[in-house]
């Protein structure tokens, strides 16, 4: 059974970056679309970003586009979201999902209901 465990969160400045990791254990992540989801309190979880398990396709939602970047070492059995011009709306948890695919070549996209696995999630706070 594929486990994961999200990292890299913290307190950040507005303007200022961080970068987000996914590891997965039990199951190699090659066979899995990673997805990016957030929450932020008194809200739905939204799709930020994903990437097909073979990383040829990838989306990211409005908030995400032009300033995260999301990347997947399969070799490492991890994924990654850049964050960078972090702005005070971003404060969420993130969490990461995992979707079993038959192909690497599968697109990926943020129904949330294919998403298997998650992780338990990292605090984002963007605040001066």
């Known amino acids: 059974q594929l486990q994961l465990v999200e990292s890299g969160g913290g307190l950040v400045q507005p303007g200022g970056s961080l970068r987000l990791s996914c590891t997965g254990s039990g199951r190699p992540l090659k066979y899995y679309t990673i997805g990016w989801f957030r929450q932020a309190p008194g809200k739905e979880r939204e799709g930020v970003s994903c990437i097909n398990a073979g990383g040829g396709h990838i989306e990211y939602g409005n908030s995400a586009e032009g300033r995260f970047t999301v990347t997947r070492d399969n070799a490492k059995n991890e994924a990654y979201l850049q964050m960078d011009s972090l702005k005070s709306e971003d404060t969420a948890i993130y969490f990461c999902?995992?979707?079993?695919?038959?192909?690497?070549?599968?697109?990926?996209?943020?129904?949330?209901?294919?998403?298997?696995?998650w992780g338990q999630g990292t605090q984002v706070t963007v605040s001066s």
């Open positions: 999902g995992a979707s079993p695919v038959p192909s690497s070549h599968e697109r990926c996209g943020f129904y949330q209901y294919a998403y298997e696995s």
